[in-house]
């Protein structure tokens, strides 16, 4: 568990956060997804050496939506890649690690995932994630 996968960055409009990230920092929008299951829109950024998630939320009363409504947009999470993502929680749960998913969910681009609780990591809500396959 070396590597950092994505960088998730929740937006009120993807639409109008776009621009940004693909105009002005000459990054490459891969594709957009809806994830029903998080209720969110992701885009996805081929940021060269790590990818950026832009999450908007799909309805108001997304994880996303409270995210924003509380805190504003900005960085929401941080996701390190693994394999074996039900090893791993067990091991974080070992090292003291506080989880929010005890068990791996899906989320976009087809990844099983989950999240750590931000108390027990400083604040920053970290992810495990797994891809079946590699899209990039
Ligand atoms: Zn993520």
Do not use: W
Not at 11 to 24: A, D, H
Not at 62 to 79: D, Y
């Amino acid at each position: 568990m070396k590597k950092v996968d994505h960088i998730g960055i929740a937006v009120s409009s993807l639409e109008e956060s776009l621009p940004l990230y693909t105009e002005v920092f000459g990054m490459k929008h891969v594709k957009t997804e809806l994830v029903e299951t998080q209720g969110v829109a992701v885009a996805f950024l081929d940021g060269g050496n790590v990818k950026l998630e832009l999450l908007e939320p799909a309805s108001p009363d997304s994880p996303i939506a409270k995210f924003i409504e509380r805190r504003g947009q900005g960085i929401h999470h941080i996701a390190l890649k693994v394999k074996n993502i039900e090893e791993r929680i067990v091991e974080m749960k070992e090292k003291g690690i506080q989880m929010i998913d005890n068990a791996p969910k899906p989320g976009a681009g087809g990844a099983s995932i989950a999240f750590m609780h931000p108390k027990s990591t400083g604040g920053v809500l970290m992810e495990l994630c797994e891809k079946r396959e590699e899209l990039s």
